[in-house]
């Protein structure tokens, strides 16, 4: 070997340790292997009637179950976790019949008289008490003393913990939900309401009932003092309602206010009306999961009530981005959404939880695009592609849509891979089949599975019956293959023939779960002559194509449109950004600017692009991303600019400028943003500012901020914020400042930022400790997953019996993982 070759291998090495830490660390992720369970039974109805002792926390009934035996059996199972089984009978004619069961671990086993076939249609009625730890959550409603706010969740297997059912989603069955509670309290269910019966004794027995089938996990209800409205009936037909605590309903007819045009338009998008019986929407206080597509009850945190001022974003607020994929409309019109994807057509297990979350996700978009135009639709999904690409970036995590290996539930719910990254290439797909085909694909896929669950090939095949297209390419490498495409462009103009010669190389790397991609780039050619549109199809390492082109060209776009989950390397001269920042469809826009602004930072012409996007007549969104990449030209020029942009009407746009001042000089940056925190009319900024304050200069303004955490804002988000800055601070000094908002009549955003700040603070205070544990045994259900996390970190070992109990105790197997996680870290 030469000296130039032992060279070359060494600089390789070298580079390949650079690079191991981005791109070439990526992953599939590890994790026990899931099969769709198998079942001995098929649940046909069920029937539950209940009643709640609220100071016991428990929950008392009686389920009847109709089910049909999938095989010849005497015996079959039900899930039920920790619950008190008091008797189970069998229903023939006028009789019932006593049956021996036996309850062990999370499963009961019940044995019949006899033998019975799947001809057989039997009920069964079993009498039970639970003091459910998951699954049922008892809150308190802090306006009115000694009351409770109940609500259930059941995603991942929980509602075993207060219902003895078949815990899985591949089973759908119709129902019935008999809840007797006291006054004031109303009950709120899946299905029709029938009936509310008075009872001498001052209790109500609300009565809903769903004909049609749906899986456990959408079985849901909601109890507390409510008040309710009507918003204008879908169709003039479909009943709309919305349930929120005392004293909001202005602030729910705000927030909920496009609910009937978003059923009609995903009704008519889908050619599929809206199937169920009505849509009821419930807000209240610490719903820590957010919201949740509970069959014609969809749950909200409080937080997506609101009013004019408030900012787009359903809560909590977020300090890093002038743009928020979740805004409260994206939620409201997520979760319906579910009511076709999800709750009509389910995943049959969570190995294809992307048919319902990645289908939702676009949903969402969809309306986006319908309400907002298509510029925003372009938008939520540069935004969406960001984060996923950061994900990656940060956890090195390249997990398949379609996956089987995974630990928890939560594991499979990863925000970044199954929602943004899903939806995207969802996207993709309705660009690969054009609107006609795709839109009459998803309609065609509604029919044929109509109230059933299905898998990815289930869709693949609706859309080869639909459109008489294969897409076994596009499966293989987006639904069952992970990762995504890094193109490196490049082209010659060829004058003597008139020729574009535009090479594309893969360069992601090719490991297992990654490979290369089979795909359609739109590419926009655009010369003095006008613009005009090409399809190229990349399959290979190396690709070389030859595009017709009278003349050199202004810009080459590769996917202007944005259509593909990909980053693309395209070294471009700044005449030729410059063209595509003021020309391409939105996408393109974005990714020249900020080419320009990483590149080109100090070239003269490019603070006047900035300026010229900023006062002119251009979309939002393109305004704002100008603003934030003033960030990167850093200059004096650049300064004056970003004043300017702090006095936007637009409240986002002024959002960015807060966002990118941090990067400028610290006697700049400190004084706008106190002027910025003391006027600006807009919580957000105020908050925002607040952090960036932080960022810019911590030690000088504690006081300053101090001063700022008991100012009154939407989501109390002005005292999130300072709070997330006595985080950056971590000075011991700021505990008496933080500790009183770890307390419980905080919402769980605020207690669990105080805790994180406390931490970071006074790590080994002990009364943080006790804190900890207090919150690990008994809080709602976000704050309790942050504190059981929390001690692991700190090495609490006086946390070790709690956390026992925990793993071994608790009826939600993610909580059991965190205690197990959080014992082994004290270990
Ligand atoms: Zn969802």
Request: charged residues 25%.
């Amino acid at each position: 070997m030469s000296k130039t070759k032992i060279f070359v291998l060494f600089i390789s090495i070298i580079l390949a340790l650079i690079f191991s830490d981005s791109i070439y660390a990526q992953s599939l992720p590890q994790g026990k292997h899931h099969r769709i369970r198998e079942r001995t039974i098929d649940l046909i109805h069920y029937k539950a009637e209940l009643k709640i002792n609220f100071n016991q926390r428990e929950v008392a009934g009686k389920a009847s179950i109709t089910f049909r035996p999938l095989c010849k059996s005497n015996i079959f199972q039900l899930d039920a976790i920790r619950l008190k089984i008091e008797g189970i009978d069998l229903l023939q004619k006028n009789t019932t019949q006593p049956l021996t069961y036996n309850h062990h671990a999370q499963i009961l086993d019940v044995t019949l008289d006899q033998q019975y076939s799947p001809k057989d249609t039997l009920t069964i009625t079993i009498s039970y008490s639970a003091q459910p730890n998951a699954g049922m959550y008892f809150l308190k409603d802090y306006d009115h003393d000694g009351q409770f706010y109940i609500y259930t969740y059941g995603e991942g297997g929980l509602h075993a913990n207060w219902l003895p059912i078949y815990n899985e989603v591949n089973d759908k069955f119709s129902m019935e939900m008999v809840v007797t509670v006291p006054q004031p309290y109303s009950v709120i269910s899946n299905g029709k309401l029938i009936n509310v019966e008075k009872h001498e004794s001052g209790n109500q027995t609300f009565y809903w009932k769903q004909e049609l089938p749906h899986s456990n996990y959408l079985i849901s209800i909601y109890i507390g003092e409510f008040e309710q409205e009507d918003l204008h009936p879908a169709f003039g037909k479909i009943p709309l309602s919305y349930w929120v605590p005392e004293g909001r309903l202005k602030q729910g007819a705000y927030a909920f206010r496009n609910t009937t045009k978003m059923v009609e338009f995903f009704s008519n998008k889908f050619n599929y009306k809206y199937p169920w019986d009505k849509y009821d929407q419930v807000a209240f206080p610490d719903y820590s999961i957010g919201a949740m597509e509970h069959t014609s009850v969809t749950g909200h945190r409080a937080s997506v009530l609101r009013d004019e001022q408030a900012p787009d974003n359903f809560g909590p607020p977020d300090f890093e981005r002038y743009y928020q994929v979740w805004s409260a409309e994206a939620l409201i019109s997520h979760e319906l959404a579910h009511h076709w994807f999800g709750n009509n057509l389910t995943c049959r297990s969570l190995n294809y939880l992307w048919l319902n979350e990645s289908f939702a996700t676009y949903c969402n978009m969809l309306w986006d695009e319908e309400a907002l135009g298509k510029d925003e639709f372009h938008l939520v999904r540069r935004e969406a592609l960001d984060r996923y690409l950061n994900y990656v970036a940060k956890n090195h995590v390249i997990r398949p849509l379609e996956y089987a290996y995974y630990d928890t539930p939560g594991d499979m719910y990863t925000i970044e891979i199954t929602y943004f990254k899903g939806a995207l290439i969802v996207h993709t797909l309705r660009s690969i089949l054009g609107d006609e085909d795709f839109f009459r694909t998803m309609s065609y896929f509604l029919r044929k599975h109509e109230f059933s669950n299905v898998i990815s090939t289930d869709f693949k095949i609706a859309i080869e019956e639909a459109t008489g297209k294969n897409l076994d390419w596009f499966f293989d490498d987006w639904v069952y293959g992970g990762g995504y495409p890094i193109f490196e462009v490049s082209y010659n103009y060829l004058n003597d023939q008139k020729l574009i010669d535009l090479t594309v190389k893969q360069i992601q790397p090719i490991i297992e779960g990654q490979n290369l991609f089979t795909l359609p780039v739109g590419i926009t050619i655009a010369t003095s002559k006008g613009t005009k549109k090409e399809t190229v199809w990349v399959k290979s390492q190396v690709d070389q194509f030859l595009l017709d082109c009278g003349e050199k060209p202004l810009m080459i776009s590769f996917d202007g449109e944005g259509a593909l989950v990909a980053e693309i390397r395209f070294g471009k001269s700044l005449n030729e950004l410059l063209y595509q920042i003021n020309n391409d469809e939105l996408p393109g826009r974005i990714w020249a600017l900020r080419q320009m602004a990483q590149k080109y930072p100090v070239h003269p012409k490019s603070l006047p692009t900035i300026s010229n996007i900023l006062s002119g007549q251009f979309f939002w969104g393109l305004k704002a991303e100008a603003a934030l990449l003033l960030g990167k030209l850093r200059t004096p020029e650049a300064e004056k600019e970003l004043s300017k942009a702090l006095k936007s009407p637009d409240y986002r746009i002024r959002k960015a400028a807060v966002l990118a001042l941090p990067n400028f000089r610290i006697n700049f940056a400190e004084k706008i943003l106190k002027h910025v925190i003391k006027q600006d009319s807009h919580s957000d900024i105020v908050a925002t500012a607040i952090v960036s304050l932080a960022r810019t200069n911590p030690d000088a303004n504690i006081d300053f901020i101090r001063q700022q955490i008991n100012r009154p804002a939407w989501y109390d988000e002005i005292a999130l914020a300072c709070l997330s800055t006595f985080e950056i601070i971590g000075d011991k000094q700021l505990v008496p400042d933080i500790e009183p908002f770890s307390n419980e009549k905080y919402h769980e955003h605020i207690r669990n930022t105080a805790l994180d700040a406390w931490k970071n603070c006074a790590p080994y205070d002990q009364k943080l400790h006790q804190v900890l544990m207090d919150c690990s045994e008994d809080a709602p259900p976000g704050v309790k997953s942050h504190a059981i996390g929390m001690l692991g970190i700190l090495n609490v070992s006086q946390a070790v019996p709690l956390l026992e109990k925990i793993k071994n105790e608790s009826g939600d197997i993610d909580l059991q993982v965190a205690a197990e996680n959080s014992l082994s870290k004290i270990r």
